[in-house]
């Protein structure tokens, strides 16, 4: 069974929303989406690029002076349609991989300052990425086109918002464990 590359449905849904160049949908991943879906730059432009060739997008060059032309892309009816048959189609599961736990797993006493380190680094991200997700929580009103999609976009921000608040909680039980251990090996 080929693999569905799932990039080209996450754009084409942002380009439900509006036009938009390959570096808005960039960000709207990053401020929306990063809690369960992200994409890189280098996966963005190949997928638009290839969304183009399909018919699914199309492309409008708008001139700038003193900066590089922006290409802003929008949804065509194929696009449209390709999207909500995809939509439509059961979920498949996404197998887990965490770094971060892997390093824990296979780590020795000695690694619990690094670990405790990258832990705290990680801490301050999630914690980061909650204050985003407030800021979004926010907004929902404003960019939500129905009440139907509000309610929607929340639910998946809610999961967002719990899974973070765990990693948080689970931080700071971990890093005064790690901390502890720390101190026994130093002794």
């Known amino acids: 069974m080929p693999r569905t590359n799932r990039t080209r449905f996450a754009l084409l849904g942002f380009l439900t929303q509006g036009p938009k160049t390959g570096y808005d949908l960039r960000k709207v991943f990053e401020e929306r989406t990063s809690h369960f879906w992200s994409e890189s730059l280098g996966q963005v432009y190949p997928t638009l690029r290839r969304l183009y060739e399909e018919g699914l997008v199309v492309r409008e060059v708008q001139k700038q002076d003193a900066r590089p032309d922006r290409i802003v892309y929008s949804i065509t009816e194929e ?48 914690r980061a990425q909650l204050d985003r997700f407030h800021s979004f929580e926010n907004q929902i009103p404003q960019l939500a086109p129905t009440e139907a999609r509000n309610q929607m976009w929340r639910l998946t921000l809610s999961l967002g918002q719990r899974i973070l608040a765990a990693r948080v909680g689970w931080c700071e039980e971990a890093i005064p464990v790690l901390d502890a251990i720390s101190k026994e090996t130093e002794s």
């Open 79 to 126: 696009g449209h349609a390709e999207l909500v048959l995809w939509i439509a189609q059961p979920s498949k599961p996404q197998p887990v991989r965490n770094e971060q736990l892997l390093k824990l797993f296979f780590a020795s006493p000695e690694h619990a300052p690094a670990l405790s380190n990258d832990l705290r680094r990680h801490l301050d991200r999630y």
